[in-house]
């Protein structure tokens, strides 16, 4: 299961809009391909995202065909479009940095070829580094998982939403191939159902034994004892520690602070964002009514009914007991020790 594959001349994109009904692939030729991938959510979950933006960005310069002399302004072009997907991951926008900065670096060469192929091996390094980082969040995050634990987590932080293990749930997969005895609770996590069909499928896959709640169950399952350990991905973090997460995550969030419940966030430290100083400056994206007022094409509502349909929540450092990264495990008070960690190499 990969959310993406390079191709060497195309970026193979799992299209997770009909998952687990269907598999189908993009095979994206083009930056603008790429682009619309990731805003139909094709592609989705915050490093997932980034990676595939820093193949788009090599991808435009693989297609490249004019004079090299306004090469440095299309290349700008391909950036802003590939930025313009979606507004609250930070890693879209760190992975398109990083690839700016390469450019940058390479900017004497009059060698088309040679860009393309630094740009390429670019992209591979942030997909390696993905790889890598994300089977640390398992290594360090596994300790704070009891030797037998019920895990509630919502939307997909997995393999699908990484380049590969996925952060939440690489951190169940690691507490599990260590010989825990896990149990997953998955909510379904309206509209976009990445919880229903996309974490189901993935622990399935795996043998992790996983149970499917309608998001409008967790505080009874909570009520009832079932949940030792809340664990979510991000898609961008504060300098206070505030946390953007899928829709939903907040209620989760208060919701375990009120029955005593242990609440993680996992994320690799490019989903830490210190110029924004606090969860009220995160950009929240807003996506198009239809996907609440209907269900794969299927009217679930009067069309004409008005519809707020943001895509993630802000859930305060507050109630997060630690933020789980590939350099280690991070507390409270987050404003000093996500400084630390972001400058611990
Ligand atoms: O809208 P999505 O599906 O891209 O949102 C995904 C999430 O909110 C994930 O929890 C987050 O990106 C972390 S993925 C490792």
Redesign the pocket.
């Known amino acids: 299961m990969k959310a993406i594959e390079w191709l060497g001349d195309t970026l193979r994109i799992l299209n ?1 809009t009909r998952l687990p009904m269907e598999t189908l692939y993009r095979d994206a030729k083009t930056y603008e391909e790429v682009a619309e991938a990731i805003e139909k ?1 094709e592609v ?6 980034g990676a595939a933006a820093a193949y788009g960005y090599a991808l435009g310069a693989l297609g490249y065909q004019g004079e090299m002399e306004v090469f440095k302004e299309y290349m700008e072009k391909v950036q802003a479009r590939l930025a313009s997907t ?1 507004p ?2 930070v ?1 879209l926008f760190w992975a398109l940095r990083r690839m700016e900065d390469r450019l940058r670096d390479l900017q004497e060469l009059d060698d088309i070829g040679r860009i393309r192929q630094a740009l390429v091996e670019e992209a591979d390094k942030i997909a390696d580094d993905d790889r890598r980082t ?1 089977r640390l969040i398992g290594e360090h995050g596994k300790s704070v998982v009891p030797d037998e634990a019920n895990i509630l987590t ?5 393999a699908l ?2 380049v590969e293990y ?4 690489g951190i169940i997969r690691a507490a599990h191939e260590s010989g825990k005895k896990i149990h997953v609770y998955a909510d379904e ?1 309206r509209p ?1 159902l ?1 919880g229903a069909r996309l974490t189901t499928w993935e622990l399935i896959q795996d043998n992790i034994p996983v149970t499917l709640i309608a998001d409008n169950m967790a505080g009874y399952v909570m009520q009832q004892g079932k949940i030792d350990l809340i664990i ?4 961008r973090i504060a300098a206070n520690g505030d946390t ?4 939903g ?1 907040y209620s989760l969030a208060v919701l375990a602070h009120a029955h005593g419940i242990p609440f993680y966030v ?3 430290t490019s ?1 830490i964002d210190l110029k924004v100083s606090s969860g009220q400056d995160i950009p929240i ?1 807003e996506r198009s009514p239809q996907e609440l007022r209907e269900l794969f094409g299927v009217p679930t509502s009067p069309q004409e009914v008005q519809v707020y349909n943001p ?2 929540d802000v859930t305060p450092a507050k109630y997060i007991t630690g933020i789980v990264t590939e350099k280690g495990i991070v507390s409270s008070p987050y404003s000093v020790n996500l400084l630390k960690i972001m400058v611990r190499s």
């Open positions: 997770q959510m989705r979950g915050a490093p997932a995202i979606r609250t991951a890693n994300n919502h939307c997909n932080a997995g939403a990484t996925g952060t939440a749930l996590t976009f990445q979510v991905g991000a898609d953007a997460n899928k829709i995550t996992a994320a690799p989903t994206e895509a993630f």
